[in-house]
């Protein structure tokens, strides 16, 4: 991970998980965003609080090119700029009513979000399958340990399922907790995907309960 004095990317979701038109809860290191894809396909992430009342912007709609607040329809384009307010539709909205922003990065069907300001694009894995994402209650240490192997430079770890190897790509959150999205190697068939779901569960049942060890 570059230094903090830069910043640094982090895997949020995969793109499987965001179609076009919607909008989802992710979270980084630094809290909590709201990611969504345009209308066009194209991804944004937004803080996750309207300026308006502070609605979670993550719980609104995508109309065409512009994520709206579910409570009063505030509209705010890719830059974080408010186009619309549906009580003033004559109103041109000024410059100052907008929610920050993050650059994103989307590479190998894998969606990356900055915290702070990278000094480059995010790691590429190409002939990598992305599978699924799941929540560990389990910091990444406890994690490596249950896995016997800790995350290279690019966040991987890597496990040992009945069908071959399976990476696990992880991302702390501010909590103690760690997203985790499996990654099959190569063209991988249902079984294939099967064993390493089941694979990923176990390893983070038994992270969780390394992680349980260390709090008492």
Not at 135 to 147: D, K, P, V
Not at 160 to 182: F, K, M, N, P, R
């Amino acid at each position: 991970m570059p230094s903090a004095t830069t910043g640094f990317w982090t895997p949020v979701a995969l793109s499987r998980d965001l179609p076009a038109g919607t909008v989802i809860p992710a979270r980084t290191a630094a809290g909590s965003i709201a990611l969504w894809r345009s209308a066009s396909g194209r991804i944004s992430a937004s803080a996750d609080r309207c300026p308006h009342r502070g609605m979670r912007l993550s719980h609104g709609f995508v109309r065409g090119e512009t994520l709206s607040c579910i409570y009063h329809g505030w509209s705010y384009g890719q830059a974080g700029n408010c186009l619309r307010i549906p009580a003033h539709p004559g109103l041109t909205p000024p410059e100052t009513i907008r929610v920050a922003t993050h650059d994103v990065e989307e590479t190998d069907n894998v969606i990356w979000v900055a915290v702070g300001t990278p000094a480059s694009k995010p790691p590429r894995f190409d002939g990598f399958t992305p599978l699924r994402s799941l929540t560990a209650f389990a910091g990444i240490a406890a994690i490596e340990a249950a896995a016997g192997a800790k995350a290279n430079t690019d966040g991987l770890v890597e496990i040992e399922a009945s069908t071959g190897t399976v990476c696990l790509l992880l991302s702390a959150w501010e909590d103690g907790q760690t997203l985790i999205h499996v990654l099959l190697k190569g063209d991988a068939g249902p079984a294939a995907g099967i064993c390493a779901s089941r694979a990923a569960e176990s390893l983070r049942r038994q992270a969780e309960g390394l992680q349980r060890e260390i709090a008492q």
